[in-house]
């Protein structure tokens, strides 16, 4: 992608604090910033729908895409990509076809994929070292280009919110009352399916396949907590998982602390989680 995002690099080099002062943290930062939003407004959707579980099968499925990517020549970035995309229609299709509960379908196709992942790295032993990177991801390594690529699907997953929050949110009810309101629910569900897909290959880039379901649930568990209202919840989501973002990214960056980024962003996101159930037992909270 031809985007030139270097002036964004260049206005949060002017932030106070030494931590920004190396390029790959605030590419790192930028890539966080713009990550947040998006995995709280689909965690949102992601518990509405109860798929929680749908982040680690697609998550899981990096480790085949990256091997098929080597083996066949092609660029490992785009292969992820595209078969977790496969991975997560695919996902949809058994649901919708079989009849089966989605936890039911996301368990099929995750096994499915894992043991097929497994399979094509044992066959290449010198894979494992490249599948690791997935485990645990990394965001200080994210590229300019990775970070163009998740600003532009920000900017769509925007775009599908503004048009579609009201029917996702009747399609989470009750398809059959989502039916009869007219709204389109294959083409919501493949849709949704799809950019959470998309969603979840590049959040295992920043916190791995290990912690990527907590950075899509969490936050958007802490909305519901703090939230009066679906509107309450959503924001809330979003202010979460930034504040997040920028502080486990700051904490990782010190030295007295000296953590991995990524398990550091899930950790303050799930301290705000227990904050916030504090705060509804506190008295006088319901």
């Known amino acids: 992608m031809s985007m030139d995002i270097s002036a964004i690099y260049n206005v949060l080099g002017l932030l106070p604090g030494e931590w920004l002062q190396p390029l790959f943290m605030r590419q790192a930062l930028l890539g966080l910033i713009l990550l947040a939003p998006m995995t709280a407004m ?40 595209v078969f977790g995309i496969l991975v997560g229609l695919a996902i949809m299709m058994v649901q919708r076809k079989s009849g089966l509960s989605s936890d039911t379908a996301i368990g099929i196709v995750f096994s499915a994929v894992v043991a097929f992942g497994l399979a094509v790295v044992s066959r290449q032993p010198s894979l494992a070292r490249d599948v690791q990177q997935f485990l645990y991801g990394d965001i200080l390594t994210i590229s300019q280009g990775e970070t163009a690529v998740i600003l532009a699907l920000l900017f769509i997953i925007c775009v599908v919110e503004v048009i579609g929050w009201n029917r996702m949110l009747t399609l989470s009810l009750s398809p059959t009352l989502a039916k009869v309101d007219g709204v389109a629910t294959a083409f919501w569900q493949y849709l949704f399916a799809g950019l959470l897909a998309l969603v979840v290959m590049f959040s295992v880039r920043a916190v791995g396949v290990l912690l990527v379901t907590a950075m899509l649930v969490v936050p958007a568990a802490t909305g519901r907590k703090l939230g009066r209202s679906m509107r309450g919840m959503f924001w809330w989501a979003i202010t979460v998982a930034l504040f997040s973002a920028i502080l486990g990214l700051y904490l990782s960056a010190q030295e007295w ?14 301290l705000c989680f227990a904050c916030a159930c504090l705060a509804r037992r506190a008295p006088g909270k319901a």
């Open 42 to 81: 689909l965690g949102i959707h992601v518990l509405n729908f109860r798929m929680a579980f749908f982040s680690d099968a697609v998550g899981h499925s990096a480790f085949a895409g990256l091997a098929l990517g080597l083996i066949l020549g092609a660029p490992p970035t785009a292969s992820v990509l």
């Open 257 to 270: 602390i000296g953590t991995a980024s990524g398990a550091t962003v899930i950790l303050v996101a799930c």
